[in-house]
């Protein structure tokens, strides 16, 4: 739900934004937004499923981001469309955590119930 | 569990650039696309207005070519009705041909004036291309030798016309031609060609520079009128009196 609503403020926070990105940063951008989506269901998914570590997603984050612009970059100055790479693993890496997270959250009710039992918990403790 | 409200706060941030990324590229690239279109739009205007005009400018030629059969029919008929008018309508046929407007045929010479085929050493190209000066000077040559009715490549040389470098061609008449130069003149053939081939004459300068000048004698060269307006918008004629023949 979180996410969510992190989501819409940001989607708020781009058209309020008062100036437009020229459009020679557009690729950076597009191969930016790429791996921040890929980064956030990454996030997601690793959370539903309880293994997520900070450093790991932090990592993860700007690593690949800053994979994708360097490709970028590299591909303007060698004349290939090297960017094209991370978008096809991103592509693909989207399809694999929305298939993760949808398995896991259609599983045995059970499963779900500790998960929600997890998060009351915590909160409880951290309103303590 | 407070790593677990950390990494909860990072997939969020995430989020947050994610969506902001998302509407900012969208802006952009919507206004690119705004822009493409209005250009485009531009160039179909342009496109419209550049073909309207030459609509437009066939049809004012139809017309001009009409109207000055009107006049030859109006001369025509003045001619018919008396003496005076017959000697208004021959002094008007006399200025025609020495103001170009009449198509001339006569002997003379024929100039074909092509581009240096010498190898270029300067480096410059400029140095071996025809240009109008050289142009100019034959014309000048000939007009000097007598000749009395001049064309470049079809183009009549009247009184007004200029000769003027336009990038690689030149102007005549405010229309573009290009090498080989082609320059007629009618008049006393001999005078004319001797006027030209003399010993450090026009073609013996022009072809140091290895631009070829080939001058050939003819018994019957033809040389087509002028077939724009000419238009005196600026100028008029000082004497009242010469205003009323002009009228007429």
Redesign the interface.
């Known amino acids: 739900m979180?996410?969510?609503?992190?989501?819409?403020?940001?989607?708020?926070?781009?058209?309020l934004?008062p100036w437009?990105?020229p459009?020679q940063w557009?690729l950076y951008?597009?191969a930016?937004?790429l791996a921040?989506?890929d980064?956030?269901l990454g996030?997601?998914r690793s959370?539903l499923k309880g293994e997520?570590?900070?450093e790991i997603?932090?990592s993860g984050?700007l690593g690949n981001a800053g994979i994708a612009a360097f490709l970028t970059w590299l591909g303007q100055r060698l004349g290939l469309p090297l960017y094209l790479a991370a978008v096809v693993v991103f592509g693909t890496r989207m399809f694999q955590n929305f298939a993760e997270i949808r398995r896991e959250l259609l599983t045995s009710k059970p499963k779900r119930d500790k998960i929600e039992q997890d998060v009351v918990?915590?909160q409880d403790?951290?309103t303590k | 569990?407070?790593?677990?409200?950390?990494?909860?706060l990072?997939?969020?941030?995430?989020?947050?650039?994610?969506?902001?990324?998302?509407?900012?590229?969208?802006?952009?690239?919507r206004?690119?696309a705004a822009t493409d279109d209005t250009s485009a739009a531009r160039l179909e205007t342009l496109q419209k207005l550049y073909n309207e005009s030459l609509d437009k400018n066939e049809g004012l030629e139809q017309q001009l070519t009409q109207l000055q059969n009107e006049l030859a029919a109006y001369r025509e008929q003045a001619g018919s009705a008396g003496s005076a008018e017959e000697a208004l309508k021959n002094e008007i046929e006399a200025l025609e041909v020495s103001a170009g407007l009449t198509d001339l045929e006569g002997p003379g010479v024929t100039v074909v004036m092509t581009d240096s085929t010498a190898v270029n050493v300067t480096g410059d190209e400029a140095d071996y291309i025809i240009h109008d000066s050289d142009i100019m000077s034959v014309i000048n040559e000939l007009r000097s030798a007598g000749a009395e009715a001049i064309s470049l490549n079809g183009e009549r040389i009247m009184a007004t016309s200029e000769i003027r470098c336009t990038g690689a061609v030149v102007t005549v008449n405010g229309r573009r031609h290009a090498a080989p130069y082609v320059i007629m003149a009618i008049g006393d053939s001999a005078t004319l060609y001797n006027a030209l081939t003399m010993r450090n004459g026009v073609v013996d300068v022009l072809g140091q520079w290895g631009i070829t000048v080939k001058v050939t004698a003819n018994d019957q060269l033809f040389l087509p009128k002028y077939d724009g307006a000419i238009d005196f918008r600026y100028a008029h004629t000082a004497l009242p009196e010469q205003e009323v023949e002009g009228g007429e």
């Open positions: 979180l996410e969510l609503i992190g989501l819409l403020v940001g989607m708020a926070a781009g058209l934004f437009s990105i459009s557009s951008v597009a930016g937004l921040a989506l980064s956030a996030g997601f959370r997520f570590k900070l997603f932090l984050t918990l915590g403790k951290d | 569990m407070k790593m677990r409200k950390r990494g909860e990072a997939v969020v941030v995430v989020c947050a650039v994610v969506g902001f990324l998302l509407t900012a590229q969208l802006r952009t690239v206004q690119t």
